[in-house]
T-cell receptor
């Protein structure tokens, strides 16, 4: 069983829709959870960083963590064509940015149709 | 501008050749990382360094080597022992639990 599972998509939604992206994981030691956005042929950009269970909101983005279900989500409200990208979830068990590196999902390719 | 600079953007390797990818950061971060990304795959950790003159192997270190002589610099050498080097290579640094990435180097085999 892979440590982090993420549906690769593509996920195609109309502009203005609410987007839900998800990851499941198996390692209960993960405490820190991140979402990155990666445009084609570019480096990943950190979008959200959360610790343990709960919600965090930043503008149109909301990150949710449910440690009991080992399930994390990223919601995008009022989606825009510029949100079209690959979204990677990542997690670690320590606070040092993953002292031994982060564990990534494979990424979900999101397409927002104008 | 603060950030992580990777060079070159594109690199070609001939059979039996070693090539070195550059990563420089001016963010004053202690920790630095190298990841490899293949199409449809997540990022996989090659090497990481928490402090100058110290580094550790990641999940896929075979065929790669690194050095960390300065806090700002963490170059990655892809050796001839790496039989499948074609990939997108990403360098990152971290502070307060958050990792930040460079723009990447795309390596291809001639």
């Amino acid at each position: 069983q892979k440590e982090v599972e993420q549906d690769p998509g593509p996920l195609s939604v109309p502009e203005g829709a609410i987007v839900s992206l998800n990851c499941t994981y198996s390692n209960s030691a993960f405490q820190y959870f991140m979402w990155y956005r990666q445009y084609s042929r570019k480096g990943p950009e950190l979008l959200m960083y959360t610790y343990s269970s709960g919600n965090k909101e930043d503008g149109r983005f909301t990150a949710q963590v449910d440690k009991s279900s080992k399930y994390i989500s990223l919601f995008i409200r009022d989606s825009q064509p510029s949100d079209s990208a690959t979204y990677l979830c990542a997690m670690s068990h320590d606070s040092g940015g993953g002292a031994d590196g982060l564990t990534f999902g494979k990424g979900t390719h999101l397409i927002i149709q104008p | 501008d603060g950030g992580i600079t990777q060079s070159p953007k594109y690199l070609f390797r001939k059979e039996g050749q070693n090539v070195t990818l550059s990563c420089e950061q001016n963010l004053n971060h202690d920790a630095m990382y190298w990841y490899r990304q293949d199409p449809g795959q997540g990022l996989r950790l090659i090497y990481y360094s928490q402090i100058v003159n110290d580094f550790q192997k990641g999940d896929i270190a075979e065929g790669y080597s690194v050095s960390r002589e300065k806090k700002e610099s963490f170059p990655l050498t892809v050796t001839s022992a790496q039989k499948n080097p074609t990939a997108f290579y990403l360098c990152a640094s971290s502070i307060f639990g958050q990792q930040y990435f460079g723009a990447g180097t795309r390596l291809s085999v001639l």
